[in-house]
């Protein structure tokens, strides 16, 4: 094991037994090549055998209706003579053939043995983590230039994976060093006797590691949901009822910062949905509305309904919003659009990622829309609408 302050090495990749046993076995272009080569002189043996027996046996029977006046010796000589003619007419045809069909072959076989060589060697680097590498076209065919393609758009795919994994876990490590830090900085502190376990220590390192707790569980919740292992209970529920359970649940927190919360729940409107988890999913856009608007300023919550298959909860406030540059990054995980004042908050920077993952597994969608900043901020959730 690497100790706290040895980079961490990762472990070697594993021998990949299948590539050695490919190697001793004959490649695509070889196969082709023998299998060609098999099928002309299969062929040609066979043109031969028919040509040899059926041909004299019908010249003969043509000879004899035309009544053509030889002797036995004189037919049995025009007879050898025609066979004889046709056999080396024949060869020769079905020699020159082969041999042209075989070079056509070879040469066919050779492209497809370096198109294939160029497309094996990129997947084994794409294989090997280097997810920028290009599979280039064969040019054997739309099949051939399809799985090219595909190869490459896997490629791409997996490196934006990679390059997800990695900053995830950077930001990760950045959300856990400052509570763990803080808890150090004052378990030391406690230790050296510069300060006491009192309350505010305590009340301190409570607050840390509950910061820590839910930061686990945010982390979970957001794996559950985006590999479909949520557990959800969907049953037929109110939209407008949802709205107004969790604008009165916020109602305080909003009251005590000064941030006005006007409700619209619009008409009755049923939907197929779990209603801790959307109540969940409210939670977090109000809270982040909230973190977001000024004392004295207002967040508006609304239902509506665009079309008669959806429903719509909309969350607008008119505080700080989000420039232009940073509008697509908002639900990715840890994107914070300011990080300083986010932290200062004591946000996980995952309450949006978690949301839309939940309001997918319903079927539905998250968007996001900002005039830019200063301008507020507006979030639409959007379900499915049991019909009746």
Same mark, same amino acid.
């Given at each position: 094991?690497?100790?706290?302050?040895?980079?961490?090495?990762?472990?070697?990749?594993?021998?990949?037994?299948?590539?050695?046993?490919?190697?001793?076995?004959?490649?695509?272009?070889?196969?082709? +090549?023998?299998?060609?080569?098999?099928?002309?002189? @299969?062929?040609?043996?066979?043109?031969?055998?028919?040509?040899?027996?059926?041909?004299?046996?019908?010249?003969?029977?043509?000879?004899?209706?035309?009544?053509?006046?030889?002797?036995?010796?004189?037919?049995?000589? =025009?007879?050898?003579?025609?066979?004889?003619?046709?056999?080396?007419?024949?060869? *020769? *045809? /079905?020699?020159?053939?082969?041999?042209?069909?075989?070079?056509?072959?070879?040469? $066919?076989?050779?492209?497809?043995?370096?198109?294939?060589?160029?497309?094996?060697?990129?997947?084994?680097?794409?294989? %090997?983590?280097?997810?920028?590498?290009?599979?280039?076209?064969?040019? +054997?065919?739309?099949?051939? %230039?399809?799985?090219?393609?595909?190869?490459?758009?896997?490629?791409?795919?997996?490196?934006?994976?990679?390059?997800?994994?990695?900053?995830?876990?950077? #930001?990760?490590?950045?959300?856990?060093?400052?509570?763990?830090?803080?808890?150090?900085?004052?378990?030391?502190?406690? !230790?050296?006797?510069?300060?006491?376990? %009192? #309350?505010?220590?305590?009340?301190?390192?409570?607050?840390?590691? @509950?910061?820590?707790?839910?930061?686990?569980? %945010?982390?979970?919740?957001?794996?559950?949901? !985006?590999?479909?292992?949520?557990?959800?209970?969907?049953?037929?529920?109110?939209? #407008?009822?949802?709205?107004?359970?969790?604008?009165?649940?916020?109602?305080?927190?909003? @009251?005590?910062?000064?941030?006005?919360?006007?409700? &619209?729940?619009?008409?009755?409107?049923?939907? +197929?949905? #779990?209603?801790?988890?959307?109540?969940?999913?409210?939670?977090?856009?109000?809270?982040?509305? /909230?973190?977001?608007?000024?004392?004295?300023?207002?967040?508006?919550?609304?239902?509506?309904?665009? &079309?008669?298959?959806?429903? !719509?909860?909309?969350?607008?406030?008119?505080?700080?919003?989000? &420039?232009?540059?940073?509008?697509?990054?908002?639900?990715?995980? $840890?994107?914070?659009?300011?990080?300083?004042?986010?932290?200062?908050?004591?946000?996980?920077?995952?309450?949006?990622?978690?949301?839309?993952?939940?309001?997918?597994?319903?079927?539905?969608? +998250?968007?996001? *829309?900002?005039?830019?900043?200063?301008?507020?901020?507006?979030?639409?959730?959007?379900?499915?609408? =049991?019909?009746?």
């Amino acid at each position: 094991m690497s100790g706290p302050g040895e980079p961490q090495r990762r472990p070697a990749r594993p021998a990949r037994p299948a590539r050695a046993e490919r190697a001793g076995r004959a490649g695509l272009a070889p196969r082709l +090549l023998i299998a060609q080569t098999l099928v002309l002189l @299969a062929g040609a043996v066979t043109t031969w055998l028919v040509a040899s027996v059926v041909g004299p046996s019908i010249f003969h029977d043509h000879l004899r209706q035309a009544g053509v006046g030889h002797s036995t010796s004189e037919a049995a000589h =025009v007879e050898e003579a025609f066979g004889s003619a046709l056999l080396i007419s024949l060869g *020769a *045809a /079905l020699t020159a053939s082969v041999i042209l069909a075989l070079g056509v072959t070879a040469f $066919f076989t050779r492209r497809v043995q370096r198109s294939t060589a160029a497309v094996s060697h990129s997947a084994s680097r794409i294989a %090997d983590g280097h997810y920028g590498t290009q599979v280039p076209r064969p040019g +054997l065919g739309a099949e051939f %230039d399809q799985l090219a393609s595909t190869i490459n758009d896997l490629a791409q795919r997996l490196g934006d994976v990679e390059t997800t994994r990695r900053r995830l876990l950077a #930001d990760l490590a950045h959300e856990m060093r400052t509570p763990l830090g803080s808890i150090e900085a004052h378990l030391e502190a406690v !230790e050296d006797g510069v300060r006491r376990l %009192d #309350d505010g220590t305590l009340e301190i390192l409570h607050g840390n590691t @509950a910061r820590l707790h839910r930061l686990a569980e %945010d982390i979970g919740a957001v794996a559950r949901a !985006e590999e479909d292992g949520l557990d959800l209970r969907q049953v037929v529920v109110g939209a #407008d009822t949802l709205v107004v359970s969790a604008t009165a649940a916020a109602a305080d927190a909003f @009251a005590a910062h000064g941030v006005a919360l006007v409700v &619209d729940a619009g008409q009755p409107t049923s939907i +197929l949905a #779990d209603p801790d988890r959307i109540a969940q999913v409210l939670a977090n856009l109000l809270d982040n509305a /909230l973190q977001h608007t000024p004392s004295g300023g207002s967040v508006h919550v609304s239902l509506r309904r665009p &079309d008669p298959e959806w429903v !719509e909860i909309v969350v607008a406030d008119d505080g700080e919003g989000i &420039d232009a540059m940073h509008l697509g990054h908002i639900f990715e995980r $840890f994107y914070r659009a300011d990080p300083s004042r986010s932290r200062i908050r004591g946000g996980s920077g995952i309450g949006l990622t978690i949301s839309k993952a939940l309001v997918e597994a319903h079927g539905g969608g +998250l968007s996001v *829309a900002s005039p830019g900043a200063g301008h507020g901020t507006v979030l639409t959730i959007r379900l499915p609408v =049991v019909r009746p």
